[in-house]
């Protein structure tokens, strides 16, 4: 019974707070896998959250899937027939998407306009985002802008803006140059007649609302129209480009896809949320890889401190080691004590650094605040990275589970070496040196 309780006994006995060095480096090496374990848990739970914060913002605005044929759907109302007909399928409407110049006072850029007809999901969808106007209202005469874009152009709720359709730009552009190039004034005019006669009036339309997602590329770079606007800015008559599909739960679009698929036939293309920002994703997730391969090195760091801890143990204490050889202790014993001071130091510089990653997490938004004031600076702003509320953070159990097993293997192994060398320490040459 000596014997089972002896390692334990003498380890905590060595590692015991007192007014020496070896104590001094030995809450070292604890610090040093608490702020390890610290910033693995704080870094690794801000990606997550960000990744997760980017897929809501993607679910707040984007259709969960979107069916198309690579061009123009005609017959759209029986393909939606088929796919109300899927299970998971909660609600399907029209939208006709591309490029268009948009004109207010002078001041013009090319958005994206996004057609739609406003049925009860879009309309939920968008009004949770709607900033200035307060309703969805979306009609043959209205528009709804996101802010970046309204900002930009100067443009608020009430004002009228002009849209063109881009094709009707090149229409426009090729009957001019076609007219300049003329031989005759009769040429030349009729020239002009063509632009008159097959240019399409631009969309007059008035701004009711002003959106804002919390993604500065949705923001600035698309406008939302009544269906029939799209289709008559591109010469579509009651065609559509693709359908809007809305899930019961967007994070399960891709077995629906499936679904659809099967249903619809396999000619037309259905692209989930997902699919449809997947570089923006991977790269989230790229990068939240790497921060783990590179954070990891502050574990290996950790380890260098406990194995200088545990051999700086070993030389002070080699008299006693040598002692406790001479009266019988088997080598298994010394290894077992030098590791079960490792094992204590891993348990103890994890628990703190889970302590205080959970005092950082919970207080982020006020020590980012201090830190800002601090160095003079804004840091996460909220017009820049849209973090409202914050810098946000997802801890998650599994990535606490292996930062947590990892560090604590890291420090077990980290004291391996330094039980293999008291292990062999030889008892005369121990007490000889004292």
Not at 111 to 139: H, K, N, Q, S, T
Not at 279 to 294: G, Y
Request: charge should be negative; glycine fraction near 8%.
């Amino acid at each position: 019974m000596f014997r089972k309780h002896f390692s334990p006994f003498l380890a905590l006995r060595y590692l015991k707070p007192k007014r020496s060095f070896v104590s001094v480096i030995t809450l070292i090496s604890v610090l040093g896998v608490a702020l390890g374990v610290m910033i693995l848990v704080v870094v690794i739970a801000v990606f997550t959250g960000f990744g997760e914060k980017i897929k809501e913002t993607i679910i707040g605005f984007e259709p969960h899937i979107t069916v198309d044929a690579n061009g123009i759907l005609t017959e759209w109302p029986d393909l939606m027939d088929q796919i109300k007909s899927v299970e998971g399928v909660t609600s399907v409407t029209p939208f006709v998407q591309g490029q268009v110049i948009m004109d207010f006072g002078g001041r013009r850029l090319a958005p994206v306009m996004r057609a739609i007809y406003p049925d009860e999901a879009e309309i939920a969808r968008f009004e949770a985002i709607i900033e200035e106007g307060g309703e969805f209202d979306l009609d043959f005469d209205t528009v709804i802008i996101g802010d970046e874009l309204a900002r930009g152009m100067g443009v608020e709720v009430g004002d009228t803006v002009l849209l063109y359709s881009p094709s009707e730009i090149d229409t426009l552009v090729e009957a001019i140059n076609n007219a300049e190039n003329a031989q005759t004034a009769e040429e030349r005019q009729e020239w002009f007649n063509v632009a008159r006669d097959e240019v399409t009036v631009p969309s007059e339309l008035t701004v009711t609302g002003i959106f804002d997602s919390g993604f500065f590329e949705f923001d600035s770079n698309f406008v939302m129209t009544h269906l029939e606007v799209g289709q008559t800015l591109y010469n579509l008559s009651g065609d559509v480009h693709g359908i809007s599909v809305e899930t019961v739960d967007a994070y399960r679009a891709d077995g629906i896809k499936h679904q659809l698929l099967e249903a619809i036939g396999w000619q037309y293309r259905c692209l989930t949320w997902a699919d449809r920002h997947q570089a923006r994703l991977e790269a989230v997730v790229v990068e939240r890889q790497v921060m783990w391969f590179i954070l990891l090195f502050l574990m290996i760091v950790a380890g260098f401190c406990i194995m200088n801890t545990m051999i700086t143990v070993t030389y002070q204490k080699r008299a006693e080691i040598g002692l406790i050889k001479a009266i019988g202790a088997p080598e298994s014993m010394i290894a077992r004590l030098f590791l079960i001071q490792g094992v204590i130091v891993g348990l103890f510089g994890v628990l703190t650094g889970l302590v205080l990653a959970w005092i950082f997490l919970e207080n982020r938004k006020e020590i980012i605040d201090w830190l800002g004031a601090v160095f003079g600076i804004r840091m996460f702003a909220e017009e820049v990275y849209g973090f409202p509320d914050g810098l946000p953070a997802v801890v998650t159990f599994r990535d606490v589970f292996w930062i947590s097993v990892g560090a604590f293997i890291s420090c077990t192994l980290a004291a391996l070496a330094p039980a293999i060398i008291a292990a062999r320490l030889e008892p005369a040459k121990a007490l000889r040196s004292e």
